[in-house]
């Protein structure tokens, strides 16, 4: 497998446009996480799907974000409209079940100018 | 919540030299999992090593080891033989066992930056 798949890796854009990162999870695995990466913030879990369905959105910052997972191979986080404050690097990850490891994509870093 | 600490921002080791790095951790579970997580200058995050908090047995992966003292809530990787390779940011990551209620992501702490000496 070739892994957790992300797109793209780096994506600048103005405040105020809409920004759509996207993930494709390990083939058979049922979890997918998304996670903001920032200096002063570390990792923090965003939202997380089982099965394609949103379990737990309540990291999510404000209702400029949203999540999708229309099937089992494809995720999308949204940002609209997007502002500085929102910069980061925004990982997704997959794991089979709850109980192992996840494994992540290499991120996209995101810049709002 | 669960929380998890690692209060060396920095350590720095010479080449084939050991290093330690420290994890502590604060749960009201009694089972549960941790890992440690690799994230080099590509940013890529490795899996690096896994413990489950029910054995008692220390995990081992190479040169890669760890100290894991559940009364204590401590989880200490060790690594031998220092590479040049070995230089990343180093998370240390817990996990609940039970699904739902955001307990199935994982918790991580805010990572120690190791730089080898050549």
């Known amino acids: 497998d070739a892994g957790v798949i992300q797109s793209p890796r780096h994506e600048v854009t103005e405040m105020g446009q809409e920004v759509t990162l996207r993930c494709k999870p390990i083939?058979?695995?049922?979890?997918l996480f998304w996670y903001r990466q920032t200096m002063m913030r570390g990792l923090e879990l965003l939202i997380y799907?089982?099965?394609?369905?949103?379990?737990?959105d309540s990291g999510m910052p404000e209702d400029r974000f949203s999540a999708k997972m229309p099937n089992a191979s494809f995720s999308t986080l949204k940002i609209q409209p997007s502002e500085p404050r929102d910069s980061a690097v925004y990982f997704c990850?997959?794991?089979?079940?709850?109980?192992?490891?996840?494994?992540f994509g290499q991120g996209t870093r995101l810049t709002v100018v | 919540a669960q929380t998890v600490t690692q209060s060396q921002p920095e350590m720095s080791v010479q080449e084939a030299e050991t290093v330690t790095l420290s994890c502590t951790y604060d749960?009201?579970?009694?089972?549960?999992?941790l890992f440690w997580y690799k994230q080099p200058p590509s940013r890529q995050m490795i899996l690096v090593i896994r413990?489950?908090?029910?054995?008692?047995q220390n995990a081992t992966e190479n040169r890669f080891s760890v100290n894991f003292q559940k009364a204590a809530k401590s989880f200490s990787l060790k690594i031998s033989d220092s590479q040049l390779g070995d230089a990343a940011m180093y998370f240390c990551?817990?996990?609940?066992?039970?699904?739902?209620?955001?307990?199935?992501?994982?918790?991580f702490g805010k990572g120690t930056h190791l730089i080898i000496q050549p």
């Open positions: 749960t009201s579970e009694s089972d549960y999992y």
């Open positions: 799907f089982n099965n394609n369905v949103p379990i737990d």
């Open positions: 413990q489950e908090a029910y054995k008692q």
């Open positions: 083939s058979g695995h049922d979890y």
């Open positions: 990551a817990y996990r609940s066992p039970y699904s739902g209620g955001g307990a199935d992501g994982l918790t």
């Open positions: 990850a997959s794991s089979q079940v709850w109980n192992t490891e996840a494994f």
